[in-house]
């Protein structure tokens, strides 16, 4: 068989069941390989960077995924790394496969050739031209041994056009995939961490982004109730333990934070970090972070043990792995009555969490953006997926949401390309069909990629996206108020084809209709509950996208430090004094 032929065998005998890009002529032999294998379902893009967050997005919904995103030579290469940064900032496993020219004339400037593989090396686990057709079976099975083992992480694999046309020999009835590696905690380094656990007052658990990769929020929420050890999810962990379990402590940051999330971590004196990377938007000034404080910290890469800071102890281990031998040598614990009584530190932290909440409820029109987020609380359930990625949306959207279920926050968080939401929604959404799916976005993120909306139509692909409108840059607009400057943030002007829009410009319902989608726009505040409740039956009913865009006040300061410091966090609005200013969810 050829090269290509071989290489789609290959995925599919990897578990691959979508792929998602756009085809070009130094790759379209492996697109006549993946039409005459069939079984492999392939979504066209819009912009071969929306197929990278696609597979980025289809990866994150699922434990076991491997998105898979597909283009030509030259731009389509270079257009995929921001999927590829993307995706090893938060530890994500895709695959990317370009063409590239063919082998006699890579060097010599050809149309559309560049070293691809040297340009995303920094940002995958592996990146390599494949220069000899023989050795295209063993770059794919290596590929996926090392997206699947250690750290997850992408793969860039760049195949000449000549080498994919390539007979080779294949005995694809005899292929396997090759073991994983991942690191295991020892009994003893276990009981050493139980120990110092144990010998603290005031504990806490930080559960991260590898609690979620390693599909271990089972075992994490059963060590936290065996230990009555409150626990605080970061943004990459979020939905590891639900927003509304009586150990749930809240996050912790600079951003992306609750109130007593930051109250109860300042009172802490020991922190047991899993399948976390100390990231600085979480941690803030390393002083104020660390002070007073003993750390253990358990993470499947070794070279991240003492990468911020220096832990007092570290453990390289797949976090599913310990946290299981937790829950073992605790229970053992508990059984010989060895486990200390956590009851009143769980209790201080839930008063907290009761009484320091951030308001949501105004009537305000234009619209503020709590109520946006109150809305959302009511309309979407618990099995509600959730994927957005930067800006003041995503920020408020993190402070005041609900999450109950691990993947079920789906966010870009060390990388934050604008445009990330639409094309990862579509993927989560491809991914799992039969869960609803909400987007959030500020309008700058959502007319990064919107084109991607076509994408939805095409190929039925249903979700909701809420669009909070409020024609700027909001994040930067308020970093720049340290600088004294309101400098080039502003979306405003006035559209001559809607001159109901006033000064907000685009026309985004306009935009995703003429995209094959619906789309509704909202002024008043108490009509978002059923516009949110009208979009979900429209997805339903006609199987696209819908948009829901809320028409914001121009200027909200969302709550943030700026001091670099969590302990000093900036409450711009008023706060939460009465139970109706922050209701929870009703009905459910």
């Not at 294949?170 to 009994?187: E, N, W």
């Not at 970061?234 to 992306?256: R, S």
């Not at 503020?368 to 949306?393: A, D």
């Not at 039969?434 to 190929?459: C, K, N, R, W």
Request: proline share 6%; glycine share 10%; with cysteine.
């Amino acid at each position: 068989m050829t090269a290509a032929r071989a290489a789609v065998e290959i995925l599919r005998r990897e578990g691959v069941t979508d792929v998602f890009g756009v085809p070009g002529a130094a790759i379209n032999p492996f697109y006549a390989a993946l039409k005459a294998s069939g079984g492999i379902t392939h979504t066209l893009a819009r912009h071969v960077e929306g197929a990278s967050h696609m597979a980025e997005g289809y990866t994150r919904a699922r434990p076991g995924n491997i998105g898979v995103c597909v283009g030509t030579s030259g731009p389509a290469g270079t257009d995929m790394i921001t999927g590829l940064y993307s995706a090893i900032g938060d530890s994500i496993p895709i695959l990317c496969v370009t063409g590239q020219a063919p082998t006699a004339v890579i060097h010599k400037e050809d149309f559309q050739a560049v070293d691809i593989a040297a340009i995303a090396r920094p940002v995958t686990k592996m990146a390599m031209t494949v220069l000899e057709a023989a050795q295209v079976p063993g770059a794919f099975q290596q590929a996926f041994h090392l997206m699947r083992s250690g750290r997850p992480g992408p793969v860039l694999i760049d195949l000449p056009v000549d080498v994919q046309l390539t007979e080779i020999e294949f005995d694809l009835g005899t292929y396997q995939p090759l073991p994983v590696y991942k690191p295991a905690a020892s009994r003893a380094q276990i009981e050493k961490a139980l120990g110092m656990l144990n010998a603290a007052e005031r504990p806490l658990i930080v559960a991260g982004g590898g609690v979620i990769n390693a599909d271990a929020a089972e075992p994490l929420v059963q060590f936290a109730e065996l230990t009555g050890t409150p626990v605080v999810p970061t943004l990459m962990g979020w939905g590891a333990i639900p927003d509304d379990h009586e150990l749930n402590a809240g996050m912790v940051g600079l951003q992306t934070s609750h109130r007593y999330g930051n109250a109860t971590f300042l009172e802490s004196d020991f922190v047991l970090g899993i399948g976390n990377r100390w990231a600085n938007r979480h941690t803030g000034r390393l002083d104020v972070y660390t002070a007073g404080r003993t750390f253990v910290h358990i993470d499947i890469e070794p070279t991240q043990i003492g990468r911020i800071f220096a832990p007092d102890y570290g453990i390289a281990s797949d976090a599913r792995a310990a946290l299981e031998l937790l829950v073992e040598v605790a229970g053992e614990a508990k059984a010989e009555g060895r486990l200390p009584d956590r009851s009143e530190w769980a209790a201080a932290t839930q008063e907290k969490h009761a009484t320091l909440q951030r308001r949501t409820h105004f009537d305000d029109t234009p619209i503020k953006p709590q109520r946006v987020y109150e809305e959302m609380n009511r309309v979407f359930g618990p099995e509600t997926r959730y994927v957005s990625t930067i800006g003041l949306s995503q920020i408020a959207g993190a402070q005041l949401l609900h999450v109950h279920r691990p993947r079920h926050w789906i966010n870009c968080g060390q990388a934050g390309p604008l445009g990330w939401t639409v094309p990862a929604a579509l993927g989560v959404a491809k991914a799992d069909p039969d869960t609803p799916v909400v987007a959030l976005s500020g309008d700058y993120d959502f007319q990064f990629m919107i084109e991607e909306l076509a994408v939805g139509a095409q190929h039925k692909i249903p979700y909701v996206h809420v669009l909070v409108n409020n024609a700027y840059l909001g994040l930067i607009r308020q970093a720049q108020r340290a600088f004294g400057i309101d400098f080039q943030v502003s979306l405003e002007f006035e559209n001559v084809n809607t001159p109901e829009l006033g000064v907000y410009g685009v026309d985004h319902v306009k935009v995703a209709e003429g995209l094959g989608c619906k789309a509704i726009r909202v002024t008043d505040p108490n009509e978002l509950g059923a516009a949110l409740e009208q979009a979900g039956k429209l997805a339903a009913e006609h199987r696209v996208p819908v948009v829901v865009e809320a028409i914001l006040e121009r200027v909200t300061n969302i709550a943030m430090s700026t001091t670099n410091d969590i302990g000093d966090v900036v409450e711009f609005e008023e706060t939460a004094t009465e139970p109706w200013h922050a209701p929870r969810r009703s009905g459910r």
